[in-house]
């Protein structure tokens, strides 16, 4: 499967516990990015990432949310203490480069998260 | 600050109607703008990608156009099925590679 995974694909959570959000990037690919959909709204910009480095994070909510992407293995998004705010569909995009305009983002399923 | 602005919200058309969906954008310092279509509790399916450079893509019964100028670009399904029933997304791209994305136009293709 050469598309982008990101597991687990429904994730349940009481309000103060904390949530892990996985994505695997197309193969060759180097860039990650993270979207959130609340309900009834588009979709908006969370983090843009790089192999070991953020570089634009201006759409992450200031607490309880980081993202990471390690050299080895997926990029992750955790979202501490949740709250029933954080219910929505969390979507992962990668790019193989972030020089060329005609370099599509390519999306995986998503990730649709619960607060109880 | 980027936005994107997607007419009409809904459509719902009979089947074999040729149909046009709208995006605006307010900054037209953009990189390319991408359609997606997205289907129901699924992801978002890439459908057509236009370069700032161009005025249209197209692809199969789909055909995309971009004026810049103007901050528009239209959608245009040609000869509609039910299986086009989805919401379709437009997205511009910016030179820090986020994408901007519009709310959406909910389609709906009646048999």
């Known amino acids: 499967n050469a598309g982008v995974m990101q597991n687990p694909r429904h994730l349940v959570r009481r309000r103060g516990q904390e949530a892990r959000l996985r994505c695997s990037p197309m193969?060759?690919?180097?860039?990650v990015y993270w979207y959130r959909q609340l309900p009834e709204e588009g979709l908006k910009f969370m983090v843009y990432l790089q192999k070991e480095n953020i570089i634009d994070e201006s759409g992450m909510p200031k607490e309880r949310f980081s993202a990471e992407f390690p050299k080895e293995g997926p990029s992750i998004l955790r979202i501490q203490q949740v709250v029933r705010g954080d219910s929505a569909a969390y979507f992962c995009?990668?790019?193989?480069?972030?020089?060329?305009?005609?370099?599509?983002?390519?999306f995986g399923d998503g990730t649709r998260l619960s607060i109880l | 600050k980027q936005e994107v602005t997607q007419i009409p919200a809904a459509l719902s058309v009979p089947e074999g109607e040729n149909l046009v969906l709208n995006c605006s954008f307010t900054d037209s310092a953009i990189y390319n703008l991408q359609w997606f279509r997205q289907d129901p509790g699924k992801g978002l399916t890439s459908l057509l990608l236009i370069q700032s450079s161009q005025r249209e893509q197209t692809s199969g019964r789909l055909n995309a156009s971009l004026d810049k100028s103007s901050g528009r670009s239209t959608l245009y399904i040609a000869a509609s099925q039910p299986g086009d029933s989805a919401t379709y997304l437009c997205?511009?791209?910016?030179?820090?590679?986020?994408?901007?994305f519009g709310e959406g136009t909910q389609l709906t293709v009646n048999p």
């Open positions: 193969k060759g690919h180097s860039h």
């Open positions: 995009a990668s790019s193989p480069s972030l020089i060329t305009s005609n370099q599509p983002q390519h």
């Open positions: 997205a511009v791209g910016t030179s820090g590679s986020r994408l901007t």
